[in-house]
């Protein structure tokens, strides 16, 4: 069974940080080392947007121009982990993280609910 768990989210004064976690687990993800991994977050009343990826050993990583600069995108491949640190965090940042195997985020956990809000 493919689990994937995120985790870290909270209410945050704008210019706060975050960092979220997922944690991958099951049959799939027995080889999370050789998977893409990807952050993406929806926001109260929008379609799913893509955040970051990254590639299978840490060594390649990309973002969406709205975070660039502010997010950094990382992975433990010993404890099957995904990180993403949010910095300097505005309120159009509000939204449920999630984080996928899958850039369209077609399996992807639970989320975890980031709030930017002073």
């Known amino acids: 069974q493919v689990q994937l768990v995120e985790s870290g989210g909270g209410l945050v004064q704008p210019g706060g940080s975050l960092r979220l976690s997922c944690t991958a687990s099951g049959f799939t993800f027995r080889y999370f080392r050789y998977y893409w991994m990807y952050w993406l977050r929806q926001a109260p009343g929008k379609g799913l947007e893509w955040v970051s990826s990254?590639?299978?050993?840490?060594?390649?990583?990309d973002y969406a121009d709205s975070v660039k600069g502010r997010f950094t995108i990382s992975r433990d491949n010993t404890k099957n982990t995904l990180y993403l640190q949010m910095n300097s965090l505005k309120p159009e940042d509000t939204a449920v993280y999630y984080c996928s195997n899958d850039r369209s985020g077609a399996t992807r956990g639970q989320g975890t609910q980031v709030t930017v809000n002073s």
């Open positions: 990254i590639n299978t050993s840490g060594s390649s990583v």
